[in-house]
Nanobody, 119 residues
Framework: QVQLVESGGGLVQAGGSLRLSCAAS????????MDWYRQAPGKQRELVAA???????NYADSVKGRFTISRDNAKNTVYLQMNSLRPEDTAVYYC?????????????WGQGTQVTVSS
């Protein structure tokens, strides 16, 4: 099994910044992507940002130019730097890790960390 431990959430005023971290441990063999998702009350979980093992990134349109995803492969850790936060960024943020073993694909989720942006 793989364990994901997230940290860095909290309460911040609009325009502020937060940095989320997600550290993976356990049965890690070949990480494909590490991603951040979020889920606001009454809404579906959505992809915020993704990063591949070679550093290719992808962002939701709503966060482009404000959020930056990065990863430390040696530490099996992914980060999400969130700047210029808006009230609509308020959500529970989840870390996701995808790894592959031959033809099989495995997804693991963190427990989530609350981000609240006040106006």
């Amino acid at each position: 099994q793989v364990q994901l431990v997230e940290s860095g959430g909290g309460l911040v005023q609009a325009g502020g910044s937060l940095r989320l971290s997600c550290a993976a441990s356990g049965a890690i063999f070949r990480i494909n992507t590490m991603d951040w998702y979020r889920q606001a009350p009454g809404k579906q979980r959505e992809l915020v940002a993704a990063i591949t093992s070679v550093g290719t990134t992808n962002y939701a349109d709503s966060v482009k130019g404000r959020f930056t995803i990065s990863r430390d492969n040696a530490k099996n850790t992914v980060y999400l730097q969130m700047n210029s936060l808006r009230p609509e960024d308020t959500a529970v943020y989840y870390c996701n890790l995808n790894q592959k073993w031959f033809t099989s694909s495995y997804d693991y989720w963190g427990q989530g960390t609350q981000v609240t942006v006040s106006s």
